[in-house]
């Protein structure tokens, strides 16, 4: 019997621009003195321009990790990226040299952060901080520098931003401070922003007004957005796309809609079931039972399966997809649907 | 309870709905963390070469202290004989002969006893002090805080060798190994107290500390209970150090002739006694400060090495 | 900021005032009788006594003669010793050399401190970092006295690079003592910066740095060692005030007429004025570097601010 291979699987319906971001079979590992932890295991997608993906998981799920890989901003040691490739325009980050690697942050690829208060440096202002991306990658001089920073703080709505430009971080609200980051990150003009969890830190009402920002930003540059996040109303808002993650593997991708209205793999559905939602009023909530598995120690099969409430133990009937023993692949469900579960057909009920 | 029960039962409890699960770390969170981090350390630390040295220079330092005859080869320190006068190490005496003619290692050796006692003395009264002080201050703050934190820092401002110096010379509290402990404690015991008050305070604003006091335990339960063991790790690894640095501190007083006076052995003594003839017989300062040096490194070594163990921020 | 100031210069009044009293009743409570010592062989006519005691205020409880003694000094009077010589004169000899000396320790603990704690934490658990670590500990370990002979016997007396005593060479007497003073602080600076370093490069700033496309150097200068020496330069900052109060061993074996020197004479010869006269001085040096140091705190982290 034959599988697709997961690495191979090209999702239609998405390919409408080009494709300025690849990853292909990422692996990531993280190599310390206590054993090897694998934080990324065979990640793959596209992003084209001005496509919003979401990338969906909970913590330690290699989401993260896996947007770090892209940036080359992974700590190594101990993390190793070991495998499969990241091509950017055309080009294999992970074979350019270093230099070259670090032109196509800033101008290429930027990122923002989840905690902008400890990702900007407290000892300069953030006229500097923002300035500095001008001076390292044109440079500007100091002070024209000043006077772009000042027009970036102005295009992502910081009030009084001339008055502001010599203000430490310290001195500004949550979301002034992830206007920042965002500032630094666009001011380049990048082909693709990800946002690493960029409304997790603030207050609801402002997680709204910064991705309206984002949304705003987008369309405006066509950039495209990897969105990382464990928000899923945020992922239903603003993103095109989803990808979700589970123990460093995408468990099921689609287009928003598809995805949330007939989840196809049995984690997305218990995401689904655990978020209280408007319309649902009353409802119960269904926690996925069980811990998130220990990257150190994956479990054999399906990584789910512990957890799973469909899952099929000693299934004679269905040689291959036993749960606890075989891994199931990435593969097309329905229509513009993947999901990597051996009974996908019938969670989506088909 | 293991901890991985504890996380379990939290678990338990948040999703049978008992307990938000907010409140729940508060109850026994100090011997389940304290637990981990001592288990954790000591497993660090059996891994740990320099912690391994420290220990064997350590012990061999206590065992010359309390038996030097096991060491001083046969030889009686105040046995002595001026034909041999400043005669350099042999095969027959390891160390020589000092300037009186008597045998050069039981010397040496037999200094071992004094250094010990004054350095456990000290670092005693130096924790009394400290701890009592730095509690009282941190935990009772306002007033009480602001007087005990500018007698300390009176005590800070006076340079620690001078201090002891002073008063050693005032005559207060004689000459003898006591007086030169304590002298060295009261100029000493300021970073201990420092070190607990601010571990005290930092503690004190803990949720699991206002946990406690919303159900109804008193001041001093809390204190004892809840906010001083927190404080046991830091003030362990100084008390180490500190050993190593107030047995330096008391060979260096008596080397300037104020601390142990003769007939008493003593390595501060021996070096102050050689220092002279450094040009013509320099085995005489060489072997008290050689054995001096690893006797005080083995106590920093033991303190670094419990240091990194107790502290996570520093592994790698 | 300068509210601040004010109030910390406020607070440093207690401190100097309890610090010098400590001392001067731990002096004038010293045995024997320094008048009829003064006498030696031949023994003072009691009326000269009598005549002595009465000028240097020994008939007084102790807390009149402190008061006496502290408003003397608040009008710039040190008061004399037994002799009549003003304690400013062996100030004025001996503070120069204490500046000298301190201000060669603390060129080398900074230099070699900071350059081989930077170096140690850019490659953490690296060879080099590892030499820095084992020889920290080595230095902390030997005692100033020990440091000060074997500096003594090696480079002075086997090599002959450096004098062993006095400062008949100039500047070039203080290198070797200097380096003795410094070398424990020496030895923490080096482990402070190395912390202190690897601890930032783990910071989220410096990833985001990095996420920035920022070339390494401005990442490593700008991003990380900028943030990581405030530390070091406190630390560094407040030691001078610890090294010009904490030099009697080094002053001692390295025979150097500083101010260490001048005080241990001092209280060896049961010179009351000239004891009290110079602690207090010293108390002032180190209250004052700390208070420098931190109002250089605030000007070097912006999110310290004194109200």
């Known amino acids: 019997m034959t599988r697709p291979d997961p690495s191979t699987s090209v999702l239609p319906g998405t390919g409408l621009g080009t494709p300025v971001l690849e990853v292909d079979d990422l692996h990531v590992e993280f190599r310390t003195r206590s054993g090897v932890v694998s934080a990324v295991n065979g990640v793959s997608y596209s992003l084209t321009e001005g496509e919003t ?65 400890s990702s900007l440096n407290p000892v300069y202002s953030v006229g500097y901080q923002i300035g500095e991306m001008f001076r390292a990658h044109r440079g500007t001089s100091r002070r024209d520098a000043k006077k772009r920073a000042i027009e970036l703080m102005d295009r992502v ?17 949550g979301g002034m401070r992830q206007r920042v980051m965002i500032a630094m990150a666009i001011a380049l003009d990048p082909r693709v922003l990800i946002a690493d969890e960029p409304t997790t830190a603030l207050d609801v009402t402002v997680q709204a007004q910064v991705m309206d920002l984002l949304e705003d930003l987008q369309r405006d540059t066509g950039m495209g957005l990897v969105l990382i996040t464990h928000d899923l109303g945020v992922v239903n808002e603003v993103a095109d796309n989803v990808a979700v993650m589970y123990a460093g593997r995408i468990v099921e991708r689609g287009t928003v ?43 054999s099969g399906c990584p789910f ?11 004679a009937a269905a040689p291959g997809r036993e749960c606890a023993t075989d891994l199931p692949p990435l593969r097309l469900v329905a229509p513009g649907r993947e999901a990597a579960c051996h009974y996908s057909e019938e969670v989506l009920g088909v | 309870m293991t901890e991985q029960q504890q996380a379990d ?63 001083a080869r046969g030889a009686d320190p105040r046995e002595c004989s001026l034909s041999k006068s400043n005669q350099p190490p042999s095969a027959d005496a390891w160390f020589g002969f000092d300037q009186q003619g008597c045998d050069y290692l039981a010397n040496v050796v037999y200094g071992a006893r004094n250094s010990l006692i004054i350095g456990l003395l000290a670092v005693v009264v130096v924790l009394v002090l400290g701890v009592v002080v730095g509690a009282l201050s941190g935990f009772f703050s306002g007033a009480v805080d602001s007087l005990l934190s500018r007698i300390t820092d009176i005590f800070y401002a006076i340079p620690f060798i001078l201090g002891a110096i002073v008063i050693l010379r005032s005559g207060i509290l004689g000459r003898g190994v006591v007086a030169v402990a304590v002298a060295l404690a009261v100029f000493g015991w300021m970073t201990a107290m420092r070190l607990v008050r601010s571990q005290v305070i930092a503690v004190k604003g803990s949720d699991y500390v206002a946990a406690a006091r919303a159900m109804g335990a008193s001041s001093l339960r809390i204190l004892v209970r809840h906010i001083l063991p927190n404080a046991v790790a830091p003030v362990l690894v100084y008390a180490t150090i500190t050993i190593g640095v107030l047995i330096a501190a008391e060979a260096t007083l008596t080397f300037l002739g104020v601390g142990l006076q003769r007939p008493a052995i003593s390595w501060g003594l021996q070096i102050e006694a050689g220092q002279s003839l450094l040009r013509t017989a320099p085995h005489l300062v060489f072997f008290p400060s050689l054995i001096l040096t690893l006797t005080v490194m083995a106590f920093v070594m033991m303190g670094d090495a419990l240091r990194d163990a107790l502290d996570p921020r520093q592994r790698a | 900021m300068g509210r601040y100031i004010a109030r910390r210069l406020l607070l440093t009044i207690p401190v100097l005032i309890g610090a010098s009293f400590l001392i001067f009743a731990l002096v004038y409570a010293l045995p024997g009788d320094p008048i009829r010592a003064l006498g030696g062989d031949r023994p003072l006519a009691p009326a000269v006594v009598a005549q002595l005691r009465d000028e240097f205020n020994l008939n007084d409880p102790l807390w009149l003669q402190y ?115 410094a070398a424990g602080s020496l030895a923490y600076v080096a482990r402070l910066t190395r912390t202190s370093v690897a601890e930032n490069l783990r910071a989220d700033f410096v990833r985001t740095a990095k996420a920035k496309g920022l070339p390494r150097r401005t990442v490593v200068v700008r991003h990380t060692l900028r943030n990581s020496l405030i530390p070091v330069v406190t630390f560094i900052g407040a030691d001078i005030g610890t090294l010009m109060g904490g030099a009697i061993v080094t002053e001692t074996v390295f025979n150097l007429p500083g101010l260490g020197r001048a005080v241990f004479d001092a209280i060896q010869g049961q010179e009351g004025a000239v004891v009290v006269g110079i602690v207090t001085l010293m108390v002032f040096f180190f209250v004052f570097f700390n208070l420098a140091v931190d109002v250089l705190y605030a000007v070097l982290d912006p999110r310290i601010r004194y109200d």
């Open chain 1, 305 to 315: 399966h512990p957890r799973c409430s469909r899952r099929r133990l000693g299934d």
């Open chain 1, 53 to 117: 993906l979401a990338i969906l998981g909970e913590s330690g799920s290699g989401k993260s990790v896996s947007a770090q890989a892209i940036m080359g901003i992974l700590d190594s040691p101990p993390a190793v990226i070991s495998g499969g490739g990241i091509h950017f325009e055309g080009r294999d980050l992970l074979t350019m040299s270093p230099e070259e690697q670090r032109k196509v942050r800033g101008p290429g690829i930027s990122m923002i952060f989840q905690d902008a208060l």
């Open chain 1, 157 to 173: 709505r910081i009030p009084g931003a001339a008055s502001r430009v010599n203000d430490y971080p310290h001195q500004f609200s």
């Open chain 3, 67 to 181: 008061v006496k003694y502290m408003g003397d000094l608040l009008q710039g009077d040190f008061g004399t010793d037994f002799r009549g010589r003003p304690v400013l004169d062996t100030v004025e000899r001996t503070l120069p050399v204490t500046i000298r000396l301190t201000i060669v320790a603390i060129a080398f603990e900074a230099v070699i401190g900071i350059v081989a704690g930077v170096l140690a934490g850019i490659r953490r658990n690296g060879f080099l970092d590892n030499v820095v670590l084992v020889s920290s500990t080595l230095v902390v370990s030997i005692p100033i006295l020990v440091l000060g002979f074997v500096a003594q016997f090696v480079f002075g007396l086997q090599f002959g690079w450096f004098p062993i005593a006095g400062i008949q060479e100039g500047w070039y007497s203080y290198l070797l003592p200097g380096l003795v003073l």
């Open chain 1, 257 to 299: 809609d598809d995805v949330f209205s007939n989840p196809a793999h049995p984690y997305t559905d218990g995401l689904m079931s655990s978020v209280p939602q408007v319309e649902a009023k009353g409802g119960r909530l269904l926690p996925i039972d069980g811990q998130p598995p220990n990257l150190a120690a994956i479990p």
């Open chain 2, 9 to 71: 039962l939290r678990h338990d409890e948040v999703t049978a709905g008992t307990t938000t699960g907010l409140a729940a770390p508060s109850v026994d969170v100090t011997s389940a963390r304290q637990n981990s981090l001592w288990s954790d350390a000591s497993r660090d630390l059996r891994r740990n070469p320099l912690f391994w040295i420290g220990v064997v220079l350590g012990f061999g330092f206590l065992l010359m202290a309390v038996f030097p005859q096991l060491f």
